[in-house]
């Protein structure tokens, strides 16, 4: 009887312990909350190139802005899945994202396809170093977004 009740509990251990895990991971997999944070960092990103490139600033300040950039555009089709179209609204929870996206979604997958390959090519000239060529990289990837 004491080795059922032994194993009957390392049972319940087991399956609120994979419930827990299950939980957090629905709460931490909030592709909104994923979105917006994705945009924010991309905002402040084409700030501070903005800036840099005003002021003339050194090359390696860009570095880690056109990464940011590159890497948010590499994953930016799996931000918008089905069903994360509604509410719209500031608020928690709501989206701020056109609904043309989930409407056309052909044309958002060509809209996602050439701000990929503007964001690698800006990573690519910062890595070049041509201050002329990173500002006109910066123009055309400023064009597809």
């Known amino acids: 009887m004491k080795g059922r009740i032994t194993k009957l509990s390392a049972v319940a251990l087991a399956s609120l312990i994979g419930f827990t895990a299950i939980a957090t991971l629905v709460q931490a997999a909030d592709p909104i909350a994923e979105r ?7 905002g ?19 570095v880690p802005h056109a990464n940011q950039i590159n890497d948010t555009a590499m994953k930016l ?29 052909d044309e958002f997958s060509d809209a996602v396809k050439k701000f990929q390959e503007e964001a690698a ?25």
């Open 36 to 42: 917006r944070e994705a945009m924010k960092g991309n």
């Open 44 to 62: 402040k990103a084409v700030k501070a190139i903005d800036a840099a490139l005003k002021n003339g600033g050194p090359v390696a300040e860009l």
């Open 77 to 105: 089709a799996t931000l918008f899945p089905a069903g994360t179209d509604q509410p719209q609204g500031k608020d928690p929870g709501h989206t701020m994202a056109k609904p043309e996206i989930w409407q056309d979604p």
């Open 121 to 145: 090519m800006f990573k690519m000239a910062v890595a070049g170093g041509d201050m002329g060529v990173i500002k006109a990289e910066f123009e055309k990837l400023g064009e597809t977004c």
